[in-house]
């Protein structure tokens, strides 16, 4: 067979998608990614997947160049031959559901790995790209054979409201984690040395981090409000993840180099930071599946984040971690608190996140369920 996927960055692919196209090449078929030209797609060509480049704005509203994208797709899937394509997040899901369409391929499967901020955010401008997104996905989820969804919640909201029917909806959680890879004991000593070094933590020192897009939505202030609150406790928190230039709902520069908070930005040496790191925080209104608490389940650190769509995936609470509000720094604070100053509490939530890890969202059952999905 001939598989394409299609995405908005290449990042997407090649950090979340590459083991399911090597397992497709491993069985003999033939795997494609279309994508924007980025840094990555060397990464993945050098897998021998076959990236094919393609013209796509993320930002822009403007129709014109939504026609134009959709008809390039058109004419690359036509010179594909493609059997199958899958596609991912918002833009890819309609654009090449429609593109798909009209070149003929035979299954067309989505993937809505979260609804995104505009299901927070709850301005104008929001509620009319709402509006745009479910019309649009009440078409595409019509067209397409299946669509696939990470968690029960984001299905469930679209089938209430009539934009996808039961019978199109397929839940695989998360997109799986190496559990063999992501261990801490996988992480030379030196390495763990050499980055305490580099970030001034000393010895003794307890660490705890928050891996995510620098934007509003993923709870950045609530974090940095949490540092100030345990500021006298003399923890080290560290935020690991750039600012979204483009992004409406995109912290500023000022903000994220201001208060208690390291600002680490954009990092590739996410499982070693998380090895010299004692717990994991995502403070997020609103998730697919977090791929960050995915690798500190598997990683063994207890996480507090909020009892949001996605998060609940991840955390069991009181058993890995604790679950709290929405725009509730002093209880995150407390939380942070509670299992850092328990010792055998944090061993405890410790075990239960690597034993979730591996029997919920390793990589190996997830890889197998996408390519019974294929067959």
């Given amino acids: 067979m001939k598989i394409a996927f299609l995405s908005n960055v290449d990042y997407n692919l090649y950090f979340f998608r590459l083991d399911i196209m090597k397992a497709l090449q491993e069985r003999g078929d033939k795997v494609y990614a279309v994508i924007p030209k980025g840094k990555y797609a060397d990464l993945i060509a050098k897998e021998g997947i076959e990236v094919v480049n393609y013209?796509?704005?993320?930002?822009?509203?403007?129709?014109?160049?939504?026609?134009?994208?959709?008809?390039?797709?058109?004419?690359?899937?036509?010179?594909?031959?493609?059997?199958?394509?899958?596609?991912?997040?918002?833009?890819?899901?309609?654009?090449?559901?429609?593109?798909?369409?009209?070149?003929?391929?035979?299954?067309?499967?989505?993937?809505?790995?979260?609804?995104?901020s505009f299901y927070v955010d709850n301005s104008v401008k929001s509620r009319i790209v709402r509006y745009i997104i479910e019309k649009l996905y009440r078409i595409t989820f019509r067209l397409s054979n299946l669509v696939v969804f990470v968690n029960s919640d984001d299905p469930r909201y679209l089938l209430e409201r009539g934009i996808i029917s039961q019978e199109k909806i397929k839940i695989i959680k998360s997109v799986g984690i190496d559990t063999e890879e992501y261990q801490s004991e996988k992480v030379p000593d030196e390495v763990k040395e050499h980055l305490r070094r580099e970030l001034g933590i000393g010895e003794g020192d307890r660490v705890v981090i928050m891996v995510a897009r620098a934007i509003l939505h993923k709870g950045t202030k609530d974090f940095y409000k949490?540092?100030?609150?345990?500021?006298?406790?003399?923890?080290?928190?560290?935020?690991?993840?750039?600012?979204?230039?483009?992004?409406?709902?995109?912290?500023?520069?000022?903000?994220?180099?201001?208060?208690?908070?390291?600002?680490?930005?954009?990092?590739?040496?996410?499982?070693?930071?998380?090895?010299?790191?004692?717990?994991?925080?995502?403070?997020?209104?609103?998730?697919?599946?977090?791929?960050?608490?995915?690798?500190?389940?598997?990683?063994?650190?207890?996480?507090?984040?909020?009892?949001?769509?996605?998060?609940?995936?991840?955390?069991?609470?009181?058993?890995?971690?604790?679950?709290?509000?929405?725009?509730?720094?002093?209880?995150?604070?407390?939380?942070?608190?509670?299992?850092?100053?328990?010792?055998?509490?944090?061993?405890?939530?410790?075990?239960?996140?690597?034993?979730?890890?591996?029997?919920?969202?390793?990589?190996?059952?997830?890889?197998?369920?996408?390519l019974e999905l294929y067959r």
């Fill in 55 to 116: 013209n796509l704005s993320r930002k822009s509203l403007n129709p014109f160049s939504a026609v134009s994208s959709i008809l390039e797709l058109k004419k690359i899937f036509q010179k594909l031959d493609i059997d199958i394509l899958h596609t991912f997040t918002v833009k890819p899901n309609i654009f090449g559901t429609f593109a798909g369409k009209m070149a003929g391929v035979p299954k067309i499967y989505n993937l809505v790995e979260g609804l995104g």
């Fill in 226 to 370: 949490s540092a100030e609150i345990l500021e006298k406790k003399g923890y080290i928190f560290l935020f690991a993840g750039d600012i979204d230039e483009g992004n409406p709902f995109s912290m500023d520069r000022k903000f994220m180099e201001s208060g208690k908070v390291k600002w680490l930005g954009w990092r590739d040496d996410i499982k070693e930071l998380l090895s010299i790191s004692d717990i994991v925080v995502l403070p997020s209104y609103r998730e697919g599946i977090p791929s960050t608490l995915l690798e500190a389940c598997s990683m063994g650190k207890p996480i507090v984040a909020t009892d949001v769509v996605g998060c609940r995936e991840c955390v069991d609470n009181g058993e890995n971690g604790y679950l709290v509000p929405i725009e509730s720094p002093e209880k995150l604070a407390c939380k942070i608190d509670t299992i850092l100053e328990t010792p055998e509490l944090y061993s405890y939530m410790s075990k239960n996140s690597r034993k979730k890890a591996i029997e919920e969202f390793d990589i190996k059952n997830i890889v197998s369920q996408y």
